[in-house]
């Protein structure tokens, strides 16, 4: 019965000892390189438009991490809205852009619209909202011509 415990504890021992020399050889993470994106605003309201208008905003993004950032898509929540990114890799300390372009044609009131941004920096998705009241266009009165009668 000794021996069944001794050879146990035995056991036991080289299993955390060798389990202890494996954690050693892992990276942390802060040794990783990792993009980052800050964005410096992620909502923009367009205010009143008036209706047929095409209202576009850009927005800013700067990579601080340590590696390049790479926009893998970016999506916008409707077919009314049009995005327009940096498609190359933005360098670690430098700045890329992202312009939003609203369709307002047929589209009277208020709205707000998500642009979704896929990247390969820390947290991998971040988002972006426009937002405003479009104003219905003025009706088109259409001329009559009126032919003399005779």
């Known amino acids: 019965m000794k ?18 020399q494996s954690d050693d050889n892992k990276l942390t993470l802060s ?9 410096a605003e992620k ?17 800013t993004f700067k990579n601080t991490g340590n590696a390049p950032l790479v926009l893998n898509s970016v999506r916008a929540s409707c077919g009314c809205t049009t995005p327009k990114w940096t ?4 360098a670690p300390g430098e700045e890329g852009e992202i312009t939003a372009i609203y369709n307002s044609k047929g589209r009277p009131g208020n709205f707000t619209k998500t642009i979704t941004i896929n990247h390969n ?6 988002f972006l909202t426009i937002r405003g009241v479009v104003k219905k266009a003025p009706a088109q009165v259409k001329p009559t011509v009126a032919t003399p009668v005779e």
Do not use: P, R, Y
């Open 121 to 126: 920096g820390e947290g991998g998705t971040a």
């Open 31 to 39: 040794t990783e390189a990792k993009a980052q994106m800050v964005i």
């Open 3 to 20: 021996n069944l415990f001794l050879l146990l504890a035995l056991v036991f021992g080289f299993t955390t000892l060798s389990q202890a």
């Open 87 to 90: 498609k190359e890799a933005v």
């Open 43 to 59: 909502s923009h309201d367009f205010g009143t438009l008036t209706e047929g208008v095409q209202a576009t905003h850009t927005f």
